[in-house]
């Protein structure tokens, strides 16, 4: 084969890799790619590596955006199977009505980056949109001002690229106003919606006593005209509120003619200028109208939502689509709430939206956890209506069986204390990259006589240890005083002397890193050869899974990201 071909291979697995995994890859991974679908370059494996490593800086030199589309552009098949594990895993029950393909929409509200909750909606109905085929629609819901964060619009996108959804098309409702109204004016000379310009507490009232309220009686002209004084500016906030006509004598007294769409002034919307909002009732059922959106799949909490936009379908003769709702699923153990986190920020409790103490998309990132963990994890959970409560357990069960065959391993050191070992010569011990992927290589640690050792595992009861790796060390004590001594290679002698294995550094060749959990920081050393997977998650041996956040003149932050 020719060396194009070859670098072509490498190219498009590099670029595969990064679409699949949102980063740019390790040489290793991409070479092991093209290693087990070519075995015929096995003999060439030098040059491989090589060439691996150009491709995957032509793939660092492409935006993200463009991955995808040179991906899908030049090999769609590569591009399909990121997602064909998830298509063969049919872990969610059927939809009916769903065998033609479906239409679904996502539909956050712009007010903060999108959580582990909004995970759920978004892939249950992207995987059903990839399960059926069909349009799978992302719409910004932000047509109440007070709860919109201008700069929500490009993180909840960069959390949607970061999940990796289908989204075949965005829509922005702020952007959709005239539709509403359009809409609105069609339902009011249907005498499905009138102009109520009562005062709210009296038309609460008139509500709990399931009595109409003066405006309800109007004509359609006389309504049309109150409609059109809302949107002049004629009546300002408060003044009137467009309700729609439902059943006086509801059992519940929030589905009784309520309301939507209302004036509202201030704050000002930051992207349009507005003076009529329509309410979130009414720009839902209008857009899964207009879009055609056939299912709808969303949690508990929008039941009530549900038997109040079925009103607007029937005054309208509209097909209402199918739905589900899923369970209210608590998540514990993090910061949800928007407001809160919005002030931590402020107040610099937290660091930022990726603080991990927080339970958005990017704390996970940052922490680690894979896009396709919490793919995995939200699919596992399914569509049941049972109350649950989300298991970390099970994101961290889903992010290990990404990460652990890929992850590189080092020695972290927790509080170190330093040991000069008597006796020993120096030594250099080469320890596995990867133990059950040899073909990743080695990692040398050179011993010249002083070493690095967990603080918290040299204590007086302990008389040998054995350095992973290396050798075993006798500890003589006097009182709190250790001394260290050669005692030898033979891992059965250690294993009978029941010598714990432990992790060390050589004391001439290490680097501060400070190891960043939920609870706080540990700080300690570990291999240099960590600052080289900036980004990445590896394995801190025997201390779990970490990824290497920054590093800098002062050392290696990590985080901490599972057991
Ligand atoms: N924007 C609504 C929300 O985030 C979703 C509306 C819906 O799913 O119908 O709660």
Not at 97 to 123: D, K, T, Y
Not at 185 to 194: C, T
Not at 237 to 244: L, M, Q, S, W
Not at 321 to 340: A, C, D, F, K, N
Request: neutral net charge; charged residues 25%; aromatic residues 8%.
């Amino acid at each position: 084969m020719a060396g194009e071909d070859l670098r072509d291979i490498l190219f498009l697995c590099a670029l595969q890799n990064a679409v699949k995994h949102g980063g740019v890859p390790q040489a290793g991974a991409v070479v092991g790619m093209v290693m087990s679908a070519h075995p015929e370059f096995r003999p060439r494996a030098k040059e491989v590596a090589a060439l691996a490593k150009e491709a995957i800086s032509a793939v660092a030199a492409i935006s993200s955006d463009n991955r995808v589309a040179q991906l899908q552009a030049r090999a769609p098949e590569m591009y399909d199977a990121i997602y064909a594990k998830h298509e063969h895993r049919k872990v969610l029950p059927d939809l009916e009505f769903a065998e033609q393909g479906v239409v679904m929409r996502f539909a956050p509200n712009p007010s903060g980056p999108l959580h582990i909750g909004h995970a759920r909606a978004a892939v249950l109905n992207d995987a059903y949109v990839k399960q059926y085929g069909g349009r799978y629609i992302l719409r910004i819901e932000d047509t109440d001002p007070k709860r919109v964060d201008p700069d929500a619009y490009e993180l909840v996108k960069e959390d949607i690229a970061w999940m990796g959804l289908g989204i075949t098309e965005t829509v922005t409702q702020s952007e959709r106003l005239p539709l509403y109204y359009n809409l609105c004016r069609q339902l009011i000379e249907k005498g499905g919606a009138y102009v109520c310009t009562c005062d709210n507490e009296h038309f609460k009232e008139l509500k709990q006593a399931k009595t109409a309220c003066p405006c309800r009686d109007k004509s359609v002209g006389q309504n049309l005209s109150l409609w059109e004084k809302m949107l002049d500016h004629t009546f300002k906030e408060g003044e009137a509120t467009v309700r729609i006509k439902t059943d006086l004598l509801h059992p519940d007294p929030a589905m009784r003619d309520f309301p939507a769409f209302r004036i509202l002034d201030s704050p000002p919307h930051p992207k349009v200028q507005a003076h009529v909002y329509p309410l979130m009732n009414f720009s839902v059922v209008a857009d899964d109208h207009l879009l055609g959106v056939t299912h709808v799949i969303r949690g508990k909490d929008h039941i009530a939502n549900t038997r109040r936009q079925r009103y607007i379908y029937d005054h309208f003769g509209w097909k209402v689509p199918v739905y589900r709702h899923y369970g209210r699923m608590g998540i514990e153990g993090v910061v949800l709430s928007t407001s809160q986190m919005r002030r931590g920020i402020n107040e610099g409790t937290y660091t930022g939206w990726d603080d991990i103490r927080l339970g958005t998309l990017r704390a996970l990132a940052r922490r680690g956890i894979s896009p396709d963990a919490v793919r995995n994890a939200v699919l596992a959970i399914g569509i049941g209506d049972t109350d649950i409560s989300f298991s970390w357990d099970n994101l961290y069960a889903e992010n290990k069986k990404i990460v652990d065959p890929v992850a590189n391993r080092y020695f972290f050191v927790p509080d170190p204390v330093t040991a000069q070992v008597a006796g020993a010569q120096p030594h250099t011990a080469h320890a596995m990259l990867h133990p059950g992927d040899p073909s990743a290589g080695t990692r040398t640690l050179a011993f010249e006589g002083t070493v690095l050792l967990p603080g918290r595992e040299i204590t007086p009861e302990v008389t040998m240890v054995r350095l992973k790796d290396l050798f075993n060390v006798k500890i003589a004590w006097n009182g709190n005083i250790p001394t260290f001594s050669y005692a030898g290679e033979s891992l059965p002698e250690a294993r009978a002397a029941k010598a714990p294995i432990i992790q060390w550094l050589p004391a001439q060749d290490s680097v501060n890193c400070t190891l960043l959990t939920q609870e706080g920081g540990i700080s300690g050393a570990c291999e240099p050869a960590v600052k080289q997977e900036l980004g990445r998650v590896v394995q801190f041996e025997r201390v779990g899974f970490v990824k290497i956040d920054t590093v800098g003149n002062d050392g290696v932050k990590a985080y901490f990201t599972h057991k």
